[in-house]
């Protein structure tokens, strides 16, 4: 397990206690990681505690009428956000280019997990998730708060801008390596492995210093240097990203390796 020392102890028994809480609902836990801004790397003060994980349930609970939903949810409260898929979803999910599992599969902020799962899971991501697919879901990401944010030019909440920083950042990454590879979940390591205009990085990783540093940054018009980034950047994928191919028997494949670890996981735990 690896928790940053600044963790606060309450915070994580308060997690342990959900996590168990899944297990006394029949749920195996394969992997519980820390997700959002402290595992993203831009956290400030008062972030929430995200906890995500994955779990596989016992072979006898598929052999019902009535299946099991396949998230469980706890409530909010405080700053503990806590939460995780069946395995089935998230293998579905990745076959379909969402980026989360992978991300999650990724995070260096571990409460538990079994050992050897997520190495078994990378290696089996690595072979079905398409990354052009991937670009989709961050090019969505970041359409969607351009959407909210309405201009580059105007004011926004600057500790909101980060979440249309990262997908950019994440395409970028992607692009230069001709989007045949999945980037880092961490936007300070994406950022520092990707080619950015440097005032622009340079007032990016201002900011998240910043960040860390206070518990409000207010609102107040994008950095320039950032502005033009984000504009020029997102102008530029959302013109020029290419869909994915379809391919249907690569398609079947994906599925039956998706299939076959599936239920070696279930027929093992």
Avoid at 18 to 34: P, S
Avoid at 91 to 111: P, Q, R, T
Wanted: net charge neutral; glycine share 6%.
């Amino acid at each position: 397990m690896s928790l940053p020392a600044d963790f606060a102890p309450d915070a994580v028994a308060a997690i342990r206690a959900r996590l168990d809480m899944a297990r006394a609902q029949g749920a195996k836990i394969l992997f519980a990681i820390e997700s959002g801004s402290r595992a993203w790397g831009f956290p400030s003060p008062d972030s929430d505690y995200d906890c995500r994980f994955v779990y596989i349930r016992p072979v006898a609970d598929h052999l019902v009428l009535e299946q099991p939903r396949d998230v469980l949810e706890f409530p909010l409260e405080g700053e503990i956000d806590a939460g995780g898929w069946d395995l089935r979803k998230a293998l579905l999910l990745a076959l379909g280019g969402n980026a989360v599992i992978v991300e999650w599969a990724k995070s260096l902020i571990v409460y538990e997990e079994m050992p050897g799962f997520r190495q078994r899971l990378l290696d089996l991501l690595a072979e079905i998730v398409d990354p052009a697919k991937v670009s989709r879901h961050y090019l969505g990401l970041a359409r969607s708060h351009v959407a909210k944010t309405g201009s580059f030019a105007g004011e926004v909440k600057l500790k909101k801008l980060f979440y249309l920083i990262r997908p950019i950042v994440a395409l970028d990454w992607m692009e230069q390596r001709d989007f045949a590879r999945l980037p880092p979940m961490n936007m300070v390591d994406c950022l520092a492995e990707t080619a950015v205009p440097a005032q622009a990085a340079s007032e990016i990783r201002r900011l998240i210093e910043k960040k860390r540093e206070t518990r409000e940054l207010g609102t107040g018009p994008i950095p320039a240097a950032i502005a033009r980034y984000l504009e020029a950047r997102y102008g530029h994928h959302e013109m020029n990203l290419a869909g994915s191919v379809r391919d249907e028997a690569r398609q079947a494949r994906n599925r039956a390796l998706a299939t076959d670890f599936y239920r070696r996981e279930a027929e093992t735990q």
